[in-house]
Structure formats: C-alpha cells, structure tokens
C-alpha cells in the first residue's frame, strides 16, 4: 500500500514552511514513520496541519476555488499565509509500496487578477528505473493549465530547470514546441485544461493511457480525514450494509451490519476489544425499525434490555467508529485524525495510540495514520521519531521538528522515561 514518506507544506495559514519526513531535494531525511503524531499546544498550528491535508484533498474533489471555501475555510485570502503574496504550495513525496521508485508531486495555487484561486504550478515526477542519483523524470507538467503529460508508465521527461524558480510557462511552452518534432512525441501529449481552477490529476487521472498519474489520483481520492462527530453517529439512517465508515460516523450502524454479515470474525475482535476496555459492554448488533431506519444497540451485561447509541457517551461511540475503522477489511491508505483524545478516559489513551500502531505496522496493505494530539497520555505510548513537535516563532508562523533529533530527549527515552511525560515537564518545549 502506498506510504507518503514525507510532505512540505508553504504558505498555508500558520504554515508558512514546514516539512515532515524525506522529500525529493532532502534524500538524507529520514521518512515519516507508518504512525505519525504532531503534538503542541493550543494555537501553535495543529488543526492547520490537518486541515492542510483535507484542502488537498478537497481540491481533487471539488476544484481549488470550493476548496478554499469547504469546511468554512473561508476564501483564499484567509487560509493563504497572512502578509505572503506566494502561492499556497504543497510537495508529497510517496512510495506506491515499499520498494517502488519514490513519487513527487508538486501544487501551487495562486489567485488571479480578479483574486479567484486556481491552479499556478502542478508537476508529477519519478526517477526512472535503474536511476538513483538526479533529477526526476516528469510525467505530468503543467504552468496556468496548460502544459504535458506522458503516456504509459515506462517514460517521462527530464527538464533542466532553476531549482529555485521553477520552470516558467515560456519555457515549457518552448519546450512544447520542441518535442513535437522528437520521435518520442507519440508517446507525449500536449494538454490543455479548459477550467484552470481543476486540478490535472483530476482530469487526466481518469484516463487510462495515463496510469502514473491514475494511481496517484487513486491515491488521494482514498484519503479518510475523520470528521467524527458523535451526533452524526447517533442518527438514524435507512437500514442497509455499507463497507467503509463516513467521515462524520453517521452510517455506523450500516457498518455494523455489513461486518456482522460479510466479517463475523473480525467484528467479534472488534467487540472482544470494546468489552476489555470499556466495562460492561457485552455486545453490540443492529435493530431494523418499522419504517426501515436502524437503530445501532448496545447490550450491558448488568442490564435486560440494550441501550442505543442515542444513550451512550461520546467516548464509547468515538472509540468504537476508530476500532472499526481500522478493521476496514480495504482500508484506507492514509488515515488522518485530529485529537482523538476528545472524550475519551485518559487510561485508554496509551491503548488507543497502541491500536494505531499496531494496525499501522502490522499487515502488508496496513494504512499509515497521521494525528494530532495535545494529550501527554497518548503521548506516553509514543516513539521519538513518530512524534513531531509544533511551535510557534515569534513570527507567528508554525515550525516543526523531530522529537528523535534531540539527542539528550533521545537518551531520556532509552532510559525508559516515557515521552508524555517528558513532555509534561517541559522537555520537549
């Protein structure tokens, strides 16, 4: 399954630039691990960052200018650094599976003369096979909307370019110009996006003849960014299995049906697990009302009749959408969940941080989990270098370090002193 190795982020809200993990120009980096944690304190930029990866996102799905206004982000003159007049850039660079050739893709969003959002820079690029040092070879390249895509997966095209420029829209289009002429123009194709405000892995990603960019299309579209909301999950939708969790949680009960039909063997672990941790819970099934709602019941061992999830406490339907989320017999690729923490007893934090981890490292198609988190006692479960810590600078804007590249922090660690609790002193500010 594919691993996002590392991400820069620039001018996006406090983010004005920080990178997490290896990208393509810092080779010696090392990647961000398959369980991520950011940590820091109120304000210093933690919801930003989650919301950096849901505005990418959005932006496949919608288009960059409703991006900008998705989620109430409000246009983008507000989530655009306040003071930058540079574009809002985002580089991923990722690995389809562990021993693929590293993957860039590079996106800059800028505003026009009427101040509309829309898509300034996009490039995709791969190193060749058998290539391990230089520059990547291109497979999609594109300044304005305009701009050329490589069919197949086996080419790409090398540019020589400023690295700290870019290349313009004249000299691509030069360069254009040029390979129409080259044997290798069958293999080419000169694109041209009739709504530059659409991203062109969105278009050309759906046709067949261009794989490399399909996959890393898949590749975001299969994003979970949890917006859970335990009053969504408490609603009563029309009976009917559904596979895969809603970002709001407002289908569990259909999840539940689906697993108790299609996985009984998993979502007896997933029960096993609830009842260890939450006292009482003896079993959890589904109900079809008259008019076909379903109705998502909780049986107590103490009790006679069952409980429905409108009665139970926001920690227990949290925790229960999370275990079954990561029991997705397809799971997704990248899980991104901001303070998870909410609601829940403290003394299931280190047991929830360990069910993140162990589903992350633990299977071949495992998903690589991101979070946020300002709880020392999710912390304390938590390595040095899957921790990241984020501050403010006395410019107001976010940076980010590695909590494994302290040294003395390191050594404390190894001593067996728990990494939340460091924190909780103030080692790690």
């Known amino acids: 399954m594919a691993k996002i190795e590392g991400i820069r982020i620039a001018n996006y809200r406090v983010l004005k630039d920080v990178t ?3 990208v393509w120009d810092m080779p010696r980096v090392d990647s961000l691990t398959p369980m991520t944690a950011v940590i820091g304190r109120n304000g210093v930029g933690k919801s930003s960052l989650f919301d950096a990866f849901g505005f990418l996102a959005d932006c496949l799905k919608l288009g960059v200018e409703e991006a900008c206004d998705a989620r109430g982000r409000g246009g983008f003159d507000r989530i655009r650094s306040q003071g930058s007049a540079s574009p809002i850039e985002f580089q991923i660079y990722y690995r389809e599976e562990p021993r693929a050739r590293p993957i860039t893709y590079e996106l800059d969003i800028d505003a026009d003369d009427m101040g509309r959002p829309y898509v300034a820079r996009e490039r995709l690029r791969q190193r060749r096979k058998g290539q391990k040092y230089g520059r990547p070879f291109s497979f999609l390249m594109m300044n304005d909307g305009r701009g050329v895509a490589w069919k197949g997966d086996a080419q790409g095209q090398q540019v020589e370019e400023d690295e700290e420029a870019g290349f313009d829209l004249t000299e691509l289009l030069k360069w254009i110009l040029e390979i129409q002429n080259r044997e290798e123009s069958a293999e080419t194709e000169i694109v041209e996006l009739q709504d530059k405000r659409r991203l062109g892995i969105a278009t050309l990603g759906a046709l067949k003849q261009h794989p490399r960019i399909a996959a890393f299309r898949q590749f975001i579209e299969g994003w979970y960014l949890s917006y859970f909301a335990p009053d969504a999950a408490r609603g009563l939708p029309l009976a009917g299995p559904q596979p895969h969790l809603s970002v709001h949680g407002d289908n569990l009960g259909n999840v539940v049906q689906f697993m108790e039909r ?21 079993r959890i099934d589904t109900l079809r009302s008259p008019d076909g709602r379903l109705l998502l019941r909780f049986n107590d061992k103490g009790f006679d009749d069952p409980f429905y999830a409108q009665q139970m406490s926001d920690g227990t339907l949290k925790l229960f959408a999370y275990l079954l989320l990561l029991e997705d017999p397809e799971p997704p690729p990248f899980i991104c969940i901001e303070e998870p923490e909410n609601g829940l007893y403290h003394k299931l934090l280190q047991t929830l941080a360990g069910e993140f981890r162990g589903h992350a490292t633990g299977k071949e198609n495992a998903p690589q989990i991101f979070v946020t988190t300002h709880q020392p006692y999710f912390v304390d479960a938590l390595r040095p270098d899957e921790t990241w810590i984020l501050e403010k600078g006395e410019d107001g804007f976010s940076t980010i370090r590695r909590a494994s590249d302290d040294e003395i922090l390191q050594a404390m660690f190894e001593e067996e002193l728990p990494l939340g609790g460091l924190w909780y002193s103030d080692y790690l500010d």
């Open 20 to 22: 997490l993990g290896k």
């Open 262 to 282: 299609e996985h009984g063997d998993r979502f007896a672990s997933v029960l096993r697990r609830i009842a260890a941790r939450i006292p009482g819970i003896d």
